[in-house]
C-alpha cells in the first residue's frame, strides 16, 4: 500500500487530491494549517467510508513544523512513497503596494515550503532508491501575472526546483515532476467577478476554466507513469500552449 503525505489538503486541489488517492487504497496524510474544519470534515468523510486518511496540522512555511510533520509521518508508516507539495496561498496586489512581510509570507508559504517538506522527505526515498514527488506550481509561474508579481515568482521558483531536483536524483530512481494548473475552479480564485471570469473564459480555446477532476487525472498520471521526470504539465485548456 502505497502512503502519500500532501501539503495543503484541506481544501481545493489539495482536497481533491486527497479524496481520490485514499479512495484508490492509498494510506494518505492529509496536512493543513488554518483551515481546520474543513481538515476534520475531509477525515470524516472518508473514514465513514472505510478510506484510509489521517490529518496533521502543521505549518509547513516553517522548517521545524514542515519537518515534524514529515518525521511524524514517517514514524507512522515508515517511509512515504508520494509526496504531493500543495500548500499555497495567492494574493492579487499591485507591486508597487506589496509589503515585505506580504512577500515573505508569499515566497515562504508557496516556495520556502516546498524546499523544507521535500528535504525531509527525501533521504529516505534515495535509499530505498524510489519515490514520487508532485509540486502543484501555476500558469502564472510559466508566464507571470499582473499585479501578483510575488506569486509568480514563488510559483515560477517551484519550477526551477521540480527541473533540477529531477536530474540529481533520477540516478535514485525518483521521478520529480511539476502540474502549473490554468484558472481552476476552487475557493482560492472565488475572488473573480464573473465578469473577470467571463472574459478569462473567452481567452481559454476550450471555453471553460478547469476543475479540481483535471488536475486530480494528471496527478495518477505522474503516480503511475515510471518513466516522466523533470515535466511541467499544465492542464490550462489551451490557455497557454508552450
Known amino acids: 500500500m502505497k502512503k502519500v503525505l500532501i501539503t495543503g489538503a484541506s481544501r481545493g486541489i489539495g ?9 484508490k487504497g492509498y494510506l494518505v496524510m492529509a496536512n493543513y494549517n488554518h ?32 519537518e515534524e510533520l ?3 509521518t514517517m514514524d507512522k508508516w515508515g517511509n512515504i512513497d508520494i509526496l504531493i507539495n500543495n500548500a499555497g496561498i495567492s494574493q492579487i496586489k499591485l507591486f508597487t503596494d506589496i509589503t515585505v512581510e506580504e512577500w515573505n509570507n508569499m515566497i515562504n508559504t508557496n516556495m520556502n515550503s516546498l524546499f523544507y517538506v521535500t528535504k525531509s522527505v527525501l533521504p529516505k526515498m534515495i535509499q530505498q532508491k524510489q519515490g514520487c514527488i508532485i509540486n ?8 507571470g501575472a499582473s499585479c501578483e508579481v510575488h506569486y509568480s515568482t514563488a510559483k515560477a521558483g517551484m519550477i526551477g526546483f521540480t527541473k533540477a531536483l529531477a536530474k ?4 535514485s530512481q ?8 490554468g484558472i481552476i475552479d476552487t475557493q482560492m480564485n472565488q475572488e ?9 473564459v473567452e481567452q481559454i480555446p476550450l471555453g471553460r476554466v478547469g476543475n479540481v477532476i483535471d488536475i486530480v487525472k494528471c496527478v495518477n498520471w505522474l503516480i503511475e507513469d515510471n518513466y516522466t521526470t523533470g515535466q511541467i504539465i499544465s492542464p490550462n485548456g489551451g490557455w497557454v500552449i508552450s
Not at 36 to 41: I, P, R
Not at 168 to 171: D, F, G, H, K
Not at 174 to 181: E, K, L, S, T
Open 15 to 23: 482536497n481533491a487530491i486527497a479524496k481520490e488517492l485514499a479512495q
Open 35 to 66: 483551515s481546520e474544519k474543513e481538515a476534520l470534515y475531509l477525515q470524516k468523510e472518508l473514514q465513514e467510508k472505510g478510506y484510509p486518511i489521517q490529518i496533521k496540522k502543521a505549518d509547513v512555511s516553517k522548517p521545524k513544523e514542515a
Open 70 to 72: 514529515v518525521k511524524e
Open 136 to 143: 502543484i506550481s501555476s500558469i502564472w509561474g510559466m508566464t
Open 168 to 171: 540529481e536524483v533520477a540516478p
Open 174 to 181: 525518483i521521478r520529480v515532476n511539476c502540474i502549473a494548473p
Open 192 to 200: 473573480l467577478t464573473e465578469q473577470e471570469r467571463g472574459e478569462i
